[in-house]
C-alpha cells in the first residue's frame, strides 16, 4: 500500500472516531446541557443526538425523576426555649436542567442548608407541644417556602416531611411522666365509670324486682277478694233462692217449729248461757224449758 493511502486511510479512523465522539444517547427520564464553545446552546432530551465534536461539550446527565434527600438532624430551638434535633426528608424533582446546571452551585448543598434554615425561622415561632402536634402545618410551610425558593433552580419541592423530632433528655422524662399520669387517670376514670354502672345495674334490678313483687302482691289480693266476693254472692243468691223457696212452698206450723228446734241447738252449741225464745214457737214453752235446764247443767 502506498503511503498516501496509508495515510488517508489514518485520517479517515481519526475522523471516524472523532465522528462517533459526537454521538450522544440520552436516556429516558434524563437529560443533558450541551455547552458550544463554553457557551449554553441547548438541552438534549430522551434519543440519540450528535454535536460538534471539539465544539460542543456535554454535561453529566441530569435526572428528571423524584429525589428523595434525607438531610442530617439540625438542631433547633422552639419559641419557649428548648433546644431539640428534628432531621427532615425532601422531595423533589428538577424540572429545568438548565436552571439547574447554571441556577446555583452545588444544588444538594443549597437545598440542605435552606432546609435548616427555613425549620429554624417556622419552629421558633412555635412552642414546644405546638410543633409537636402540628407536623402537617409545619410540612406545608417548608414546602412553600423551599418550592417558591427553589423555583429559580429549575427545582420542584413536592412534599416535606418533618422525620424525627428529638426534645432534651429531661423533656422526654417530663413527657413520659405526664403520659403516664394521663393514663392512670384514664384508667382510674374508667374504673369509675365501671363501678358507677354496675351501681346503677344493681339499682335498677332491685328497684324491678320490688315492682315485679307489688304487683304481684296486689294482684293476689285482687284475685283473693273477687273469690270472697263471688263467694259472698253466690251464698248470698243461694239464701235468697232458698227464702223464695220456702215462701213458695207455704211452710206450716210444723216445720217452723223445726227450724226453731234447730236454731236452739246452735245457739245450745255455743258459749252463750242465755237464749232469746222467738214469739213464733211460744206456743213450745214446755220444750224450751227443758232444753233450758239442759244447758244449765
Known amino acids: 500500500m502506498r503511503p498516501v493511502g496509508i495515510v488517508f486511510l489514518v485520517l479517515g479512523l481519526l475522523l471516524l472516531a472523532v ?40 454535561s453529566k446527565p441530569v435526572s428528571l425523576k423524584e429525589t428523595v434527600a434525607d438531610f442530617r438532624p439540625q438542631p433547633v430551638i422552639t419559641k419557649d426555649n428548648v433546644t ?9 424533582q428538577i424540572t429545568d436542567p438548565k436552571l439547574y446546571t447554571y441556577g446555583v452551585d452545588r444544588p444538594m448543598n443549597a437545598i440542605e442548608n435552606l432546609t435548616a434554615t427555613t425549620l429554624r425561622n417556622i419552629v421558633g415561632e412555635m412552642e414546644l407541644d405546638e410543633t409537636l402536634t402540628s ?12 418550592d417558591v425558593a427553589t423555583d429559580p433552580w ?13 426534645p432534651p433528655k429531661d423533656i422526654l422524662e417530663a413527657m413520659e411522666k405526664q403520659m403516664r399520669a394521663e393514663r392512670e387517670r384514664r384508667e382510674t376514670m374508667l374504673r369509675a365509670e365501671g363501678e358507677k354502672r354496675s351501681q346503677i345495674l344493681v339499682a335498677e334490678g332491685e ?6 313483687r307489688a304487683e304481684a302482691s296486689k294482684e293476689s289480693r285482687i284475685l283473693i277478694a273477687e273469690g270472697e266476693k263471688i263467694a259472698l254472692i253466690a251464698e248470698a243468691e243461694g239464701k235468697a233462692a232458698a227464702v223464695n223457696l220456702i215462701n213458695k212452698a207455704n211452710p206450716g206450723v210444723g216445720y217452723i217449729t223445726l227450724q226453731g228446734f234447730e236454731a236452739l241447738k246452735a245457739l245450745a252449741d255455743g258459749q252463750s248461757t242465755k237464749i232469746i225464745v222467738p214469739s213464733e214457737i211460744q206456743n213450745v214453752s214446755g220444750l224450751l224449758a227443758s232444753l233450758s235446764e239442759t244447758i244449765k247443767k
Open 84 to 92: 431539640m434535633q428534628i432531621d427532615t426528608v425532601v422531595y423533589f
Open 207 to 212: 328497684k324491678q324486682s320490688k315492682i315485679l
Open 19 to 58: 465522528a462517533c465522539t459526537g454521538i450522544r444517547i440520552v436516556r429516558q427520564s434524563t437529560a443533558l446541557t450541551v455547552e458550544r464553545l463554553g457557551k449554553y446552546h441547548k438541552t438534549l432530551e430522551t434519543g440519540v443526538h450528535i454535536i460538534l465534536p471539539l465544539f460542543d461539550r456535554s
Open 135 to 146: 407536623r402537617d402545618t409545619v410540612n406545608n410551610k417548608m414546602r412553600l417556602i423551599l
Open 154 to 166: 429549575g427545582i420542584k419541592i413536592n412534599r416535606v416531611e418533618l422525620k424525627n423530632i428529638i
